[in-house]
């Protein structure tokens, strides 16, 4: 059975700090999905990761893929407050027809 | 250009009735998904359906029943509903058995009494 990991759970950070969101999986799959989601609304794809060594970059955002690790991260960099938000990370089966979702890590930047 | 609409948005029941909840999607995929999420938590899968005319068990299948009514539409049934139903729903489609993300809808949020 396929378990996906997110931490922190909560992060508060200041405004302008780097910070590293982490997503661990338990089982073989080099497709990982990152997501955003405001309070009340539904979820916005931010980035796909396909294989080992996938880098992404959006803006403030950048995410990375380690297969060997089971390992993505998602670096925030001089944060703002419109990063504010839950960011879930997503891993797909390896037969492709079934999404497991992290726990989600809510992020609140801070003036 | 309305992607993957659900119906309703809101709606209160009482422990017992029953309800539909209603997905459909104009983007022409094939995949369609059901979803909760609970309060801080991620979301988790209870049904699908990689294509038209087939549906399978998720994660968390028990006390739904779903049916694929078209290429376009996916409803899920509480056939009587429990205060442990109380949850947002989502619906969701993708190209089948493809790396594109899947699209979401804005979610349903069912309280049951």
């Known amino acids: 059975e396929l378990k996906v990991e997110q931490n922190p759970l909560f992060l508060s950070m200041q405004e302008g700090k780097n910070y590293t969101i982490y997503c661990n999986y338990s089982?073989?799959?080099?497709?990982l999905y990152w997501y955003r989601q405001d309070p009340g609304k539904s979820l916005e794809s931010l980035f796909v990761l396909l294989s080992n060594g996938a880098v992404k970059q959006e803006g403030r955002l950048m995410a990375s893929l380690d297969t060997k690790a089971r390992l993505s991260t998602l670096h925030i960099t001089a944060a703002v407050h419109d990063l504010s938000a839950t960011y879930f990370c997503?891993?797909?089966?390896?037969?492709?027809?079934?999404?497991?979702f992290g726990g989600g890590t809510r992020l609140m930047v801070k003036p | 250009n309305a992607g993957v609409t659900q119906t309703p948005k809101f709606q209160v029941l009482k422990t017992g009735q029953s309800m539909t909840l209603q997905c459909a999607q104009d983007?022409?995929?094939?995949?369609m998904y059901w979803y909760r999420q609970d309060p801080g938590m991620g979301l988790r899968l209870i049904y699908y359906?990689?294509?038209?005319?087939?549906?399978d068990k998720g994660e968390v299948p028990n006390g739904y029943n779903v049916s694929r009514l078209n290429k376009r539409e996916f409803s899920l049934r509480l056939e009587s509903a429990a205060p442990s139903q109380t949850s947002v729903y989502f619906c969701?489609?993708?190209?089948?058995?493809?790396?594109?993300?899947?699209?979401f809808g804005d979610g349903t949020r069912l309280s049951i009494l």
């Open positions: 997503a891993v797909l089966n390896n037969a492709g027809n079934m999404l497991t």
């Open positions: 359906s990689a294509s038209e005319g087939t549906t």
């Open positions: 983007m022409n995929h094939n995949s």
């Open positions: 969701a489609s993708s190209v089948a058995y493809s790396n594109q993300p899947q699209h």
């Open positions: 089982t073989t799959s080099d497709r």
